[in-house]
């Protein structure tokens, strides 16, 4: 039996994004968010030419029924939402049921995917839309998504968009495997393991992957995880600073202006911590409707966020400089908290009047 459901109106009108996913990162970004939502363990994306005629997305989720298979291709056809009301509680990374249909309007899609339940595995192909065939094929538990088009501009700084979007959904997602293959050649690989820092050993190497602490921080009712950098790791630019907020990967000045208050006096001015933070939330506080497709959330109390990443950084970092002055000895630690402490007031007037220091 199948799961997805086409939405009402009214829902549809309430999340609606109208967006075209056009650019091959982003439809790599949509079918890699499906096989996570789909429980993967496990999830290869093969490029070719950067991703400009070819992509191939292969996971071990739990499939789609042999009959969702026509449906999932409609717009707003959807098995992770049933009414607006979800919204509130939705914790998958999609639910507005485009993407598949967005992405099979200008390409040619051949999907083949297989459930446990079902002895044999089926692929459909779609074009401009149309389902043109759907047969047995032969498949494991999963689901592979070819997507083959013609784009008239050859972009060819694509593969590196298409390396930032794998990059950040693997630091936030360590319990999953990911492998990124281009023109035959792995350029991304990791391996699962679950741990944060195993997987920026990967990305950034050694060095980076070394000069990392772990956060782990509860402020009321959030949740800060992930790793934080030491003073010498700081860059000159804001690159390595990467926020997600219920694994979602969101640009929010809050968020960089709080890590900005933290870092204060432990780096030079004009130099960035390395900060890559995920926030747990309960889904009613967040909007991440507001633009979909431009990663802007909106807060429903921003102060609190502000509070949390400033103290998740800034305990980590005291923490560290506590065991045998590992983050640098500038300040004796009492100074430090005093400093710190004095600094509290004004940090929360700074994040009400909303005069960050930057942007
Ligand atoms: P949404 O993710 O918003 O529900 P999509 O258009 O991306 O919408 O996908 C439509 C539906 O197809 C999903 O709700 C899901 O049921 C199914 N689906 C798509 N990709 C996968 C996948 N890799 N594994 C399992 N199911 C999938
Ligand atoms: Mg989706």
Known sequence: MGNIVLLDDLTINKIAAGEVIERPASVIKEMVENSIDAGATNIVVEIKNGGISFIKITDNGKGIAQDDLEIAFERHATSKIRSADDLDTVTSMGFRGEALASIAAISNVELISKTQQQENGYKVVVEAGDILEKEIAPSSVGTSITVKYKFLKKDYTESGYIEDVITRIALVNPQIAFKLINNGKTVIQTNGNGDMKTVVYSIYGKTVAESISPVSYTY??????????????????RSNQLFFVNKRYVRDKVLT?????AYKGMIPLGKFGFVILNITIAPARVDVNVHPAKLEVRFQEENKIFQAIYHAIKDTLLKNEDKDGLFGNRNTNEKQIEEYTKRESEIKTNAQEKTYAFE
């Not at 202006?257 to 208050?261: C, D, L, V």
């Open 257 to 261: 202006s709080a890590t900005e208050q």
């Open 220 to 237: 009321e009712d959030i949740k800060v995880d992930g790793v934080i950098g030491k003073p010498e790791i700081a860059r000159s630019n």
